[in-house]
């Protein structure tokens, strides 16, 4: 199974990314599945399609087929493997020396993967779990032909992103909001997250591949067209035949986790989001634009953007 896994730091455009590869002919969107544990089987949240997880036909089908049922899996024992090898902390350990964990954890997702690949009849399947550790993981497992795309936005639009409040529709029971982060801690996780994505292309080679959301939104079907060649898979005819359009046809989805936007279907314009340019407090820029350097710099990000 081709496993496509979009990744980066939350709030860099990704789910838009995701959604638009989603109408590629040959693939499956799956969102953040690394949360499926949690938010789909545990909490039975909402899927992308609006049916809760458990009444959702696909997602029970793909874990009849995966593991005989959700019910069949040890939740607690996910939880146990995912301490010991799924944390940013491990990067360096596990791109060096994967321990026997790493496989018994990822063996759950790529019965996954290829339960969705069956289910779907498609030949891509695409998990934007978007968390570096993870990557890692997948990285390290022989058996998973991994594709990674490494989505990159500038560091301030991200810590912007993050200082806002989002509701998550997907929660049902109250309101339950994104996290927020200050900009200082917003600014290391994309220097940490960032750099060890730049390790894990070492290790990659021409199997991972970096995009800039900026350039995705200056361009965003002839960009696509170009990931869809990356991944090995027919873009679609409309983004060939009329790529200067900035239009995008989004449709249901199965994404079991991810930012609100996964909900969105019909044409959407694609728009770079700039507010951070005027919307940012000075402090906040200053503090984000010292401590992200010189790897946003490396990314072409200057002093004014
Ligand atoms: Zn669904």
Not at 200 to 216: I, M, N
Not at 236 to 260: D, F, I, K, M, Y
Not at 283 to 288: D, Q
Request: proline residues 5%; charged residues 20%.
């Amino acid at each position: 199974m081709r496993v496509a896994f979009v990744g980066g730091v939350g709030r860099s455009g990704s789910t838009l990314i995701e959604l638009a590869l989603g109408q590629l002919p040959d693939a499956c969107p799956l969102g953040e599945v690394r949360h499926l544990w949690q938010r789909g089987v545990a909490e039975n949240q909402l899927c992308g399609c609006g049916e809760p997880f458990a009444a959702c036909s696909f997602w029970k089908s793909v874990g009849e087929q995966a593991f005989g049922g959700w019910d069949q899996v040890d939740l607690a024992e996910v939880q146990q493997l995912k301490s010991a090898v799924d944390r940013s902390r491990h990067v360096p350990r596990l791109l060096l020396r994967p321990s026997s964990a790493v496989a018994r954890y990822t063996e759950l997702y790529r019965r996954i993967y290829t339960a969705a690949g069956e289910v779907s009849g498609r030949a891509l399947v695409i998990d934007s779990s978007k968390h570096i550790s993870f990557a890692a993981c997948l990285a390290v497992d022989p058996e998973v032909d991994l594709r990674v795309l490494h989505v990159v936005r500038d560091p301030r639009g991200v810590a912007h992103s993050w200082s806002k409040q989002t509701v998550r529709p997907e929660v049902t029971s109250g309101d339950v909001y994104m996290p927020q982060y200050s900009a200082g801690h917003a600014a290391l996780q994309w220097d940490a997250h960032n750099a060890m994505y730049a390790a894990l292309r070492l290790r990659l080679g021409a199997a991972q591949r970096l995009l800039r959301y900026e350039d995705f939104v200056a361009d965003p079907r002839r960009s696509l067209v170009s990931v869809a060649q990356f991944l090995e898979v027919e873009p679609l005819a409309q983004w060939q035949e009329h790529p200067e359009s900035r239009v995008l046809e989004l449709g249901v989805q199965h994404t079991v986790a991810g930012n609100p936007m996964r909900f969105t279907q019909g044409p959407v314009e694609v728009r770079a989001d700039q507010s951070w340019r005027t919307g940012m407090p000075r402090a906040a820029r200053i503090t984000v634009t010292g401590s992200t350097f010189p790897l946003a710099w490396y990314y072409g990000y200057g002093v004014t953007g």
